[in-house]
């Protein structure tokens, strides 16, 4: 058998597979979803099922989004997960999620997510804000780091933004690549995200606020009167309180509201 191959299954570059084979590190993510039988819990990429095997035992409810047909094939007849699982097979980027919702429960995701495409997933993601309880995910270290970073550091950009706007972020565990088959190439970490209530996300538009972050964080070394000069003049700028000659990356989640919100009043 070669490295690529894990339990029976040849791994898929392309759906990002890099499957956990670490039991230490999978009770550890387990603890952190913390599965209670009433949970209205979802996953995200299963797999071969490392984490859908324990989160099942302790909740009986559990439903996954898999695209890689042979694996939720495997799921869907697996003799003890499949009864307990609802599978949807398909691409977790355009499900939808508010479409799992039973009554009051909000729900619990939760998924080792192909890195390929984790940045797009989590923007999907975000949108079900209000639907959800809580998510936790295994990510490159490298995005966790991006997620929670702050104003005035390398790594603070559109995504920590986008994410902190969103969600409280806390990075919980740290994974190195020798617990998964394949290896990656990169360190792993698991961060949980609790959506903010709907009140304290001010921005009158979110597609706004995208936007003036991608614009501001698109040439993050360009001072704000130039990179947002399609969007609002360095006078208008300085009217909001806000110094034109600062970057992108001196600019807080609030101010960043702020401009987008005058954008929206004005412009849209
Ligand atoms: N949960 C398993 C584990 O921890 O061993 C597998 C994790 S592997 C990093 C990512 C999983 O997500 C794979 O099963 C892959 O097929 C699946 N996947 C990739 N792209 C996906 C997408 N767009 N929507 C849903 N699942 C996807």
């Known amino acids: 058998m070669t490295d690529k191959v894990h339990l029976g ?9 890099n499957f956990l084979n670490d039991s230490n590190i999978i009770d550890k993510i387990v603890t952190a979803i913390d599965p209670k039988p ?31 047909r042979d694996l939720a094939e495997r799921l869907i007849h697996h ?30 995701i939760f998924g080792n997510l192909p890195y390929n495409v984790s940045t797009p997933l989590l923007f999907h993601l975000f949108e079900f804000a209000d639907q959800v ?28 933004v986008m994410t902190q706007y969103y969600c409280h972020a806390i990075p919980v565990i740290q994974v190195p690549p020798t617990c998964f088959k ?8 698991v961060v949980r995200l609790i959506p903010k209530d709907a009140q304290q996300r001010s921005a009158k538009s979110t597609k706004v606020l995208n936007t003036v972050c991608l614009e501001a964080f698109n040439q993050r070394r360009k ?38 919100n005058w954008i929206y009043d004005n412009k849209e």
């Open 9 to 17: 299954h040849r791994a898929r570059k392309r759906f990002g597979q």
């Open 38 to 68: 009433t949970d209205n819990l979802v996953e995200i990429g299963p797999g071969l099922g490392a984490i859908t095997e324990p989160v099942v035992e302790l909740s009986d409810q559990l439903t996954v989004v898999e695209l890689d």
């Open 79 to 108: 003799p003890f997960l499949g009864p307990k699982l609802t599978v949807h097979q398909g691409d977790a980027m355009k499900f939808d999620f508010s479409s799992l919702l039973k009554g009051d429960g909000k729900l619990k």
């Open 133 to 160: 309880e809580h998510m936790h995910f295994m990510l490159q270290k490298e995005v966790v780091n991006r997620m929670v970073a702050g104003p005035g550091t390398k790594a603070y950009g559109r995504l920590s």
């Open 182 to 189: 394949p290896a990656p190439k990169v360190d792993s970490a």
């Open 223 to 260: 001072t704000l009167r130039n990179s947002l000069s399609n969007l609002m003049t360095a006078e208008q700028l300085s009217d909001l309180g806000i110094d034109p000659s600062l970057r992108a990356e001196n600019i807080s989640l609030s101010q960043f509201i702020e401009i987008a």
